[in-house]
């Protein structure tokens, strides 16, 4: 299972290059995007809230990722069955456990069953779960629209051009590359302990628990001896985290594309907070 | 310009800060000199002090790696003791055994430009070295691969194309093809030729093997517990046999043998031969340029190795048997495709193919640890699918390449109760069982001492005892001489030998082909996946086109032997052997 996972986690981040307007727009703007879809489906999601708009969020996501030559149907079917896990959970758990007062005396509030005083699924319920669902589909969509397009070579350099300092970026981007690293510590323990005759599923809990330890410490040790000479290769590369200039192979132009799109999405979101606020989008379908 | 010192080391001594005594000297009165454009190749047994010297050129001693120093180490003139790390970074560029903690990036492209980027060179320098440093090592157009997902070739190409890029003045190779195949292994020593022959940089080379690098190296550098024991022409070093025992270093068979020859007065050669061309020819001159009798009576007759030991009794039902074994990763990349194999009780069987042929997935499916996508691998009568780790345990013990990644207790003694307490033993039979394990290895008496603070060759034997304890009926080694030099390993080897022939199942996988040669009786030969040989050492190291598609290199004693059949090699089983067959037809000068 945590080979499994740390696997996912590997292929996740794995940039897929393409010849596409989206593996052309600054990695600032998509960043932008990021966020955007983020903040504002948060607003667009309430049990009185129409759930169409965040459907036509994630639609309008999957249009640009489909469009942008991003591989969305190829981690569907790899990565389908966790997506499928984690949006269910959430559906079912949003369907009966959002209430309230203000829901449940609704009149125009349906309530197909409850179990007093704690689950209630009603039609306010199932309206939020499908807004909740879509908000984390898009979510999952945006992020993929990311690291799929962008070389994170060319988000760290972003990020230090919006003032985030370089030993910063350079953590963000070496902690990927930690994902492969610790997968192949955790192979070499593992291989080496069961090939001892350790079993990690079986026995009682708490032998289960002890025999994760005995892989754990070792493969601390492990990791922190790789740490140790990848920080002396690093340094002896002329590679630290002192402050001077330094250039780029490949500098992703800013465009006014660019400039336009970080625009609309600012002025965007920046509408929406201060409307949430002046209460213009306190819309109840009810 | 040749004659000026690039690299100058005055009377440098070296104590490591967690050295176990003052006297415990890494480097000690170190006095080198490295012209420019030489190439000096760093001899010496494990812990002599090679890498030392080496980290020490590069100002990683003392500036990243503390101890206590005295003396001066100068590169291009300035002291690296009162030069910063990252001006050293642009002066001297190291690459490293291990591939894998030299890269950081997540594309070969952008590992390349790192420290370029770092040193604020324009954008178009950086892409001008870049595709200069890819080029030249092989690894145009895997500008966008990760470097996380290459052969380990490929990896340790990507670590010498970012020093390379870097153009330093001096560059250190530290054991720089340790964990690779023969042909891997000399593409990587091809582009290192390649860069002295254009760039005449200077070079220090640590290296136990001497065949592949022995023809370009200008000047040879021997240690001895830290200490310079000889400085000179490699063909001078060559000559003398004894101290290169002393060093550990594998000496090429052809110039052991011309030695072995011109000690006996039988043929005289002006200066050390250093490849098999070179040996052979007063031997063909002194001979009338062709052998006078049948070949196989000329050298030894043997068909295979005398080692066999099937044991009859359970010879008809194998103790490992691979059927119709077929196995994808998950994204559906083949690793193994339609293996079948029987390994029989007492057999020693050599697992041979470049990196990525498949060797070590094969490994861990007799380990139980991979399970086939398609067929079933039997262990001693057993699915692996059906049969619990603790009963794999018992059966099959596997020896890492790297001690290291085996051994992780505080003492020796921890170390081989692990499986056994695993497996659910009393004490009484642990205790017992300890005893024998550490009889067997030769460290009896070293229950309590700490694994970390052996050398690497007890650390082999503690791995070894620590799998002989749950007395395993075969023994599963993964790369036994990586890393290693002649002297560390020659006990181990025997080791195994030895307890093959008291009636373990030997499975060897190596990229070594002299021992394959030597120790096993058996050769399976593997390539992208696919089991394309399987037989005696002496039918598949003679067989050009099995080592062709293997992508494999001939043992050294069979390039011998065909140099001195006008390219057509003949069997013969050991260099004693050889020198004997020789010898019979020589008449002492």
Not at chain 2, 406 to 429: I, M, S, T, Y
Not at chain 2, 487 to 513: A, C, F, K, N
Not at chain 2, 537 to 549: A, G, H, M
Request: aromatic residues 6%; hydrophobic residues 45%.
């Amino acid at each position: 299972m945590l080979f499994h996972l740390l696997g996912m986690a590997e292929a996740m981040i794995a940039y897929e290059p393409a010849d596409s307007y989206l593996h052309r727009i600054h990695p600032l703007t998509k960043l932008a995007l990021m966020l955007f879809v983020i903040i504002a489906g948060m607003y667009i999601s309430g049990p009185t809230f129409p759930w169409g708009l965040n459907m036509g969020l994630f639609i309008l996501l999957v249009i640009i990722a489909l469009t942008g030559k991003i591989p969305l149907g190829k981690e569907l079917r790899d990565r389908g069955g966790y997506i499928f896990a984690i949006v269910s959970i959430l559906f079912v758990g949003n369907l009966i456990f959002s209430r309230g007062v203000e829901v449940l005396n609704n009149p125009n509030v349906r309530v197909y069953f409850k179990i007093e005083p704690i689950i209630y699924a009603t039609s306010a319920g199932l309206n939020f779960a499908i807004s909740k669902t879509l908000l984390i589909l898009s979510s999952i969509v945006v992020v993929i629209i990311l690291l799929k397009s962008t070389r994170l070579a060319d988000l760290s350099h972003a990020l230090i051009k919006i003032g985030v300092p370089y030993s910063i970026a350079t953590i963000i981007t070496t902690s990927f590359r930690c994902v492969p690293m610790v997968i192949d510590g955790l192979l070499i323990v593992y291989n080496a302990e069961r090939a001892r005759g350790l079993e990690l599923d079986k026995g009682t809990r708490r032998e289960r628990i002890r025999q994760w330890q005995l892989l754990m410490t070792p493969l601390l040790i492990v990791l922190l001896k790789w740490v140790d000479q990848m920080t002396i290769v690093f340094q002896s590369r002329g590679l630290d985290f002192s402050a001077r200039s330094r250039t780029r192979l490949r500098e992703v132009p800013f465009r006014a594309f660019d400039g336009v799109v970080i625009s609309v999405l600012l002025v965007s979101l920046i509408s929406f907070i201060v409307a949430n606020q002046l209460g213009y989008i306190d819309v109840n379908i009810y | 310009m040749d004659n000026q010192p690039v690299i100058e080391i005055d009377n440098f001594s070296f104590r490591y800060k967690e050295a176990a005594s003052p006297e415990s000297l890494a480097l000690r009165d170190v006095n080198v000199k490295v012209n420019e454009g030489e190439i000096a190749l760093i001899l010496g047994r494990s812990g002599c002090g090679k890498s030392t010297l080496g980290l020490a050129v590069s100002g990683i001693v003392p500036h990243l790696i503390e101890g206590e120093w005295a003396g001066d180490v100068k590169v291009c003139g300035s002291s690296t003791l009162s030069t910063s790390m990252y001006e050293m970074s642009k002066r001297v560029g190291v690459v490293f055994q291990d591939p894998e903690v030299q890269l950081f990036a997540l594309t070969v492209e952008d590992e390349v430009a790192m420290s370029l980027e770092s040193y604020g060179l324009p954008t178009q320098e950086i892409r001008e070295r870049v595709d200069w440093a890819l080029s030249v090592c092989g690894l145009s157009g895997m500008e966008m691969r990760a470097p996380a997902k290459l052969s380990g070739g490929q990896k340790q190409r990507v670590a010498i194309a970012a020093v390379l890029a870097r153009d330093p003045d001096v560059l250190v190779f530290d054991e720089p093809t340790g964990n690779l195949d023969p042909v891997s292994t000399r593409s990587v020593y091809q582009v290192i030729k390649h860069i002295c022959a254009e760039k005449k940089r200077t070079v220090i080379l640590v290296e136990h093997d001497l065949a592949p690098v022995i023809d370009f190296v200008s000047k040879v550098i021997v240690l001895e517990e830290g200490q310079v024991i000889f400085e000179g022409e490699p063909r001078s070093v060559l000559s003398q046999l004894e101290l290169m025992n002393k060093t550990g270093a594998k000496v090429p068979v052809a110039t052991h043998l011309g030695l072995v020859l011109e000690n006996k007065n039988l043929i005289s050669y002006p200066q050390p031969p250093l490849s098999p061309e070179e040996t052979a020819a007063p031997i063909l001159v002194a001979i009338n340029q062709s052998w006078p009798t049948d070949k196989r009576e000329l050298f030894g007759k043997s068909e295979s190795n005398n080692n066999s030991s099937r044991i009859d009794g359970d010879s008809i039902k194998p103790i490992i048997s691979f059927q119709s074994v077929t196995y994808r990763y998950p994204k559906g990349q083949v690793a193994l495709e339609n293996i079948n194999l029987d390994i029989f009780r007492g057999e020693f069987v050599g697992i041979v193919g470049m990196n990525g042929a498949g060797k070590t997935t094969m490994a861990l499916h007799v380990m139980g640890i991979l399970t086939p996508t398609e067929g079933k691998v039997i262990v001693n009568g057993k699915d692996t699918r059906e049969m619990s780790v603790a009963e794999l345990a018992r059966t099959v013990g596997l020896i890492f390449q790297n001690p290291n990644h085996q051994l992780f207790k505080d003492n020796v003694e921890k170390e081989l109760r692990f499986g056994p307490d695993n497996l659910g033993w009393d004490e009484d039979r642990i205790l017992k069982s300890m005893d024998r394990a550490l009889g067997l290895v030769g460290l009896a008496g070293t229950e309590k001492m700490d694994p970390e603070g052996l050398s690497t060759g007890q650390k082999k034997r503690v791995a070894i005892a620590s799998t002989l304890i749950m007395d395993p009926k075969v023994l599963l080694l993964d790369e036994p001489t990586t890393g290693q030099d002649q002297r560390t390993l020659q006990p181990i080897l025997e080791l195994v030998s030895r307890l093959h022939s008291e009636g373990l199942t030997v499975l060897m996988i190596t990229h070594d082909m002299e021992v394959a040669m030597k120790f096993a009786d058996r050769i399976v030969v593997l390539a992208n996946g696919r089991m394309i040989a399987d037989g005696p050492p002496s039918q598949i190291f003679l067989r050009d086109e099995v080592l062709r598609e293997a992508e494999l290199i001939r043992p050294e004693l069979l390039q011998m032997t065909a140099a001195l059949n006008h390219g057509e090699p003949w069997w013969v089983s050991s260099i004693e052997d050889l020198e004997r067959c020789i010898s019979s037809f020589l008449v002492p000068a």
